[in-house]
């Protein structure tokens, strides 16, 4: 293991964590967008997020590599609450009070709950929002166009798969070229990236494939080889021409809807699922660090917390901890936290100062880049891997993607762990005691704990023992008894002597109602 950094040693790292800040920029950029527009949020929304998630929670946490940022794990939960909500404006109130309730999960110690969701379960909720993104990306990727005509105040019709198939058969082909080209670049990018250890690692296929779809626009538009993309077609980000304006782009929350019930359902919601997903993120940005350091699972939803709450208040998306741009911050050599601030700020500065250059791109790329990160999720490999595992891991896994997709996030999630921890129940159950016989004479023996689980084989195999029958009923290896097990025993007790059954206990714990 490499000897860590001295802690605030900030300064003589800053040559590696400005080029790791450089690269997580891009990467994260493109992803900003691409997030918001899968939410059917504003795009400038995104990029608030992504400016709150390097700065503030990069401020606010003890994680040396975590970034944050809206992630595409909430997109599911965020376009069905914008749907039901009746403003943008009040679902950043919802935002801010997710954020809160991720302040107080800090202050009570909730940090450990993750260590408890079953692993299939949290597997299937990644490549359930992996469906999702897959399927709620087809239509721009193809650029429908009765889909952008319903992107801003009128709900969509029909559900995900409907929407999906409808737009394949209503494509613009400038749009279908630059989304088929954008993931043919991802594939190929990442391929050749494999193994390689230069340069070519630090250039994100995310990039490419924004810049590919800036190229190819710009020379329908300069050849008429094809009809270019315009207008909804294309990223919208608001230009200011003074500072002004720029602060006047920011949104803030509609306080008069505190009293409305649905504002606190998505808030709750938010503040549940954002809190697994950046609890699952540190984890597995903690394996990878190479310096090994542990972040302190309660502080970081408090640093979560306080990002959501500031978000809110600008007009920005949730955030949490995203493990793609954590990664890349890995990747790219990043010792310190400084990288992911300065990430922030480079976010902060290009759509401050190069508005006009990102309106250039195309909602199609984007759509390209969510579509090969939904695969990622939800590729045939991790189907494969838990089949192998048995069914015990694989069923909860399908049964929590099809609640997931069927229904919504939050209820899918619950009915996974529901699934999850009763496939654990009956994988680790044992039984607790046997029966053996000699003739008339009876002997149960409790071999280790009786939990409830117990229980009703306990009672079963005390019912089963005959009339005139001799039982020593041995708990002397049994460390512990669930109350519900001695209540059974104890039962069993009162109506021997109905059936002429004669009961002694070895090692009495039951006081004075033992025979």
Not at 251 to 258: A, E, L, M, N, R
Not at 453 to 462: H, S, V
Not at 500 to 505: A, G, H, K
């Amino acid at each position: 293991m490499t000897k860590a950094p001295p802690k605030n040693d900030y300064l003589r790292q800053l040559p590696y964590d400005s080029t790791s800040a450089i690269v997580v920029f891009l990467v994260a950029l493109p992803l900003c967008l691409g997030v918001a527009l899968a939410s059917n949020a504003p795009l400038f929304s995104g990029v608030i997020a992504g400016v709150v998630g390097g700065v503030v929670v990069g401020l606010a946490s003890r994680s040396h590599l975590s970034v944050s940022g809206p992630a595409a794990g909430l997109t599911a939960i965020v376009a069905a609450s914008l749907a039901l909500l009746p403003s943008f404006e009040s679902f950043l109130l919802a935002v801010i009070l997710a954020g809160a309730f991720q302040i107080l999960f800090g202050f009570i110690r909730a940090g450990v709950v993750g260590d408890y969701i079953p692993g299939s379960v949290i597997k299937g909720m990644l490549a359930a929002i992996g469906v999702i993104l897959i399927l709620n990306q087809i239509p721009h990727l193809v650029g429908d166009d009765s889909l952008f005509e319903m992107d801003e105040d009128t709900p969509r019709k029909g559900n995900l798969f409907v929407n999906a198939f409808n737009a394949l058969g209503n494509p613009d082909m400038a749009a279908l070229c630059i989304g088929i080209i954008g993931v043919l670049i991802l594939i190929s990018w990442e391929k050749i990236q494999k193994g390689k250890t230069n340069w070519i690692r630090f250039i994100p296929g995310a990039l490419l494939t924004v810049i590919a779809g800036v190229l190819i626009n710009t020379i329908f538009l300069r050849t008429g080889w094809m009809s270019p993309l315009e207008g909804e077609h294309l990223v919208i980000l608001p230009e200011a021409r003074s500072t002004d304006e720029f602060f006047a782009l920011f949104t803030g929350p509609d306080w008069s809807q505190w009293k409305n019930q649905q504002v606190w359902i998505t808030a709750i919601t938010l503040s549940l699922v954002a809190s697994i997903e950046s609890l699952l993120s540190i984890e597995a940005v903690d394996e990878l660090d190479p310096y090994q350091r542990v972040t302190p699972t309660n502080r970081e939803l408090k640093a979560q917390g306080i990002g959501n709450v500031v978000s809110g208040l600008l007009g920005g998306l949730p955030v949490t901890s995203v493990i793609v741009r954590s990664s890349a911050n890995v990747n790219a050599g990043a010792r310190t936290k400084s990288s992911t601030m300065l990430h922030g700020l480079l976010l902060l500065l290009s759509v401050a100062l190069i508005p006009q250059v990102l309106n250039l791109i195309p909602k199609s790329s984007l759509a390209a880049i969510l579509l090969f990160t939904g695969y990622k999720l939800t590729k045939p490999s991790l189907f494969k891997l838990y089949y192998q595992k048995g069914w015990n891991q694989f069923l909860p896994l399908i049964i929590t993607i099809l609640a997931i997709v069927l229904t919504d996030l939050l209820k899918g999630v619950m009915i996974g762990i529901g699934i999850g921890l009763l496939f654990i129940l009956r994988s680790n159950f044992r039984p607790s005691s046997m029966v053996t016989s000699s003739g008339s004479n009876y002997l149960v023996r409790f071999r280790r704990d009786a939990s409830f689980l117990n229980k009703p084989i306990i009672k079963r195999q005390l019912e089963e023992i005959p009339e005139n029958s001799s039982v020593l009923i041995d708990i002397s290896r049994a460390d512990f008894i669930d109350p519900d097990v001695i209540e059974v025993v104890e039962d069993f007790q009162k109506s021997a002597p109905l059936k002429n059954i004669r009961v002694e206990i070895k090692q009495n714990i039951f006081g004075k109602k033992a025979i």
